[in-house]
């Protein structure tokens, strides 16, 4: 017999009859009922629950939009601008319209499709930053004040990191 059936044998159970072990059902969120149970549950009514659907709903549609909005002003740039020679030799930067948001916003608005890309590529970067600005407004309603104080450092980073050169 080698070293490792020893082992096996050594380790074997007895042959015993299956029992079945009843579960125990959680008690309900009841305070008289039961008041030390943990009643910190997610569900579908709870505040909790509707935040997170808001937050969640918030980026998708977000990003979504955003999206769509590249899309079109690509579209139009190419309708307008699709059959011109491309001249690598020299670097243009951006026009000074397309430097601040505020610029994009007013050339996006005027119907330049170079500012309805820029407009979508500014929505998907203010969308995470409204999803903390949102954040920031539930903590505030549950009094959190740990992620308060969390929040609002994050969102005043994303906010400086985005709009900090032109003030």
């Not at 079945?20 to 309900?28: A, G, L, R, S």
């Not at 190419?78 to 430097?99: A, C, M, N, Q, W």
Request: contains cysteine; aromatic residues 12%; hydrophobic residues 45%.
């Amino acid at each position: 017999m080698s070293e490792r059936d020893r082992h096996w044998k050594a380790t074997e159970l007895p042959n015993t009859q299956a029992s079945v072990i009843p579960i125990q059902q959680t008690p309900d969120c009841d305070e008289e009922l039961a008041p030390a149970a943990n009643c910190d549950r997610i569900t579908p009514e709870s505040e909790q629950w509707q935040i997170e659907l808001l937050l969640s709903n918030l980026l998708r549609y977000g990003v979504f939009f955003a999206s769509a909005v590249v899309l079109v002003g690509g579209i139009l740039y190419l309708i307008r601008h699709g059959t011109e020679p491309v001249d690598y030799k020299y670097f243009l930067s951006e026009p000074d319209e397309f430097r601040s948001p505020f610029g994009i916003v007013k050339a996006a608005v005027s119907g330049s499709s170079r500012g309805i890309i820029q407009l979508g590529v500014l929505l998907s970067i203010a969308t995470p930053i409204a999803r903390v600005a949102i954040s920031l407004l539930a903590f505030l309603w549950r009094r959190d004040f740990t992620y308060i104080a969390i929040s609002l450092f994050v969102l005043l980073g994303l906010l400086y990191s985005l709009l900090g050169a032109y003030f």
